[in-house]
């Protein structure tokens, strides 16, 4: 077998038997069957039960309110209804991206009240924030045990919960924002390049910037990365990519 290359200035090492926690950076379909047979993986899915029941028991009245929360509800309930992206006051909605209104509206299409649905957008968001938190702390935390540790300083976080208990948009983000970290560092270590891996990054870019506009701030990012961390790569498939 020809020797291995020697590692790039700037690009995380795939795993060795030495650096178990970077699993597999490179090859998603290979790091998610492999994070079955992880050390730990009971106690974060323990941790991720704990989170959602936790923003269940939280809401059991209903998710809190804020001024943001009745425009997101009012939208959804427009759009449930076949009225358009318009607010409480009939007006369309151009402050407020139209993800979370959207899944709001197709749980009450479905046959869910606003606020169950909203209830449920929560619970599945904390749970997954935790999970992609454990996936994103394993690639780089040698420790299996330091990374449950972290992973349950995610799942028991006052501050989380309290947003968690929201009828807000910010938990469905973060959980896109850490599929699009985890992609990007795919991105980055993928030998050779992978097209389809870029593409999904763009996606994932586009879907939380559905979610918050604030995600115009990942397309910075991800050209940046492009342009910068991947310095072996060619300026003209730099380009492309961005």
């Known amino acids: 077998m ?3 290359p020697p590692p790039v200035a700037g690009l995380l090492p795939r795993r060795t038997a030495r650096d178990p926690a970077r699993a597999y950076l490179g090859r998603p379909s290979v790091w998610v069957r492999r994070a079955w047979h992880e050390p730990g993986l009971t106690w974060v899915l323990a941790l991720a039960v704990i989170a959602g029941v936790a923003t269940w028991v939280a809401t059991r009245h209903g998710p809190g309110l804020s001024p943001d929360s009745v425009t997101y509800l009012s939208v959804a309930r427009n759009l449930a209804a076949g009225h358009g992206y318009l607010d409480l006051t009939g007006q369309a ?3 407020f991206a139209p993800g979370y209104p959207a899944v709001l509206a197709a749980g009450q299409v479905i046959g869910l009240s606003l606020a169950t649905a909203a209830r449920l957008v929560e619970v599945g968001s904390f749970a997954a924030i935790v999970v992609r938190s454990w996936l994103l702390l394993r690639r780089h935390v040698t420790s299996p045990r330091l990374v449950v540790v ?3 300083a995610v799942a028991l976080s006052p501050a989380v919960l309290n947003v968690a208990n929201e009828a807000w948009s910010e938990p469905l983000f973060c959980v896109v924002l850490l599929v699009f970290v ?3 560092e795919d991105v980055v270590a993928a030998h050779p390049p992978s097209p389809r891996l870029v593409a999904a990054a763009g996606f994932i870019t586009g879907v939380a910037f ?3 506009y604030a995600a115009s701030a990942l397309f ?5 990365v492009l342009l910068v ?3 072996p790569v060619r300026w003209p498939i730099r380009w492309f990519q961005v």
């Open 229 to 231: 961390a991947r310095r």
């Open 93 to 95: 909605n151009t402050t």
């Open 182 to 184: 985890l992609v990007l």
């Open 2 to 4: 020809p020797p291995s």
């Open 210 to 212: 559905l979610v918050r």
């Open 220 to 224: 910075i990012t991800g050209v940046l």
């Open 150 to 152: 972290a992973t349950a």
